[in-house]
């Protein structure tokens, strides 16, 4: 489903910074060797994430939900010296081919994978994030909120991706796949949660942007 008419969205992107050549490479690359390419963040969501995370300036990020390493590259921009992002992801097959792209981005030693299930694999992180993007299975994004919150100082910023779910958000409880319930859910839980405050910004597939206050 688009939101915005493609000529309106070549002309935002047109009018943007562009992409590097990395990322260019990237997003070529993904469109004609990978499945399901519409999970890329791509240009202007990618600028969006890079925008964010450098006024956020976070000392460690953590995005849940790899897919081939756009989102990563591009929130990574807003590292602090020295910072760190982690990125996990299930898809094994896709590990070889991120990587390269994280090597050639020069952020080889600053970002790194995780791979296997995100539920098994956030609570061994001993850490805090800054900034957290979910990006994931739409079924567990309310359990991924709360297991990342606790570790997130007052101020924390937490991005979720898909949060209209190609407006299916809109339909029927009883008229929903499991992944539009979990989507909705997550909305529904997030509005009403007392520590944060929310907007969901109805840009691309939408994102839910969240503050812990």
């Avoid at 493609?6 to 990237?26: C, G, H, Q, T, W």
């Avoid at 992180?125 to 957290?132: H, I, K, P, S």
Wanted: with cysteine; aromatic share 8%.
């Amino acid at each position: 489903m688009d939101f915005l008419p493609k000529d309106i969205e070549n002309y935002a992107a047109a009018m943007s910074l562009p992409e590097n050549d990395v990322l260019k490479r990237l997003n070529r690359e993904t469109h004609a060797r990978i499945l399901k390419p519409r999970m890329l963040s791509g240009h202007l969501q990618g600028l969006l994430l890079t925008f964010i995370s450098r006024m956020v300036r976070p000392q460690t990020i953590l995005e849940i939900g790899t897919y081939t390493g756009y989102s990563a590259l591009c929130l990574a921009e807003g590292l602090r010296e020295g910072g760190k992002l982690h990125t996990i992801d299930h898809n094994e097959e896709l590990e070889e081919f991120t990587s390269r792209y994280i090597k050639e981005a020069g952020y080889g030693n600053r970002i790194i994978q995780h791979m296997g299930e995100a539920i098994d694999i956030i609570p061994q992180l001993d850490m805090t994030f800054d900034l957290v993007f979910i990006d994931a299975d739409k079924e567990n994004y309310v359990n991924y909120f709360n297991m990342v919150l606790p570790k997130m100082p007052k101020g924390g910023i937490i991005l979720a991706d898909n949060a209209l779910w190609s407006g299916k958000v809109l339909a029927k409880p009883e008229e929903m796949d499991s992944e539009t319930a979990g989507v909705a859910s997550f909305n529904e839980h997030v509005k009403k949660h007392p520590e944060v405050r929310n907007l969901l910004l109805p840009f691309r597939d939408g994102i839910m942007m969240l503050e812990k206050i």
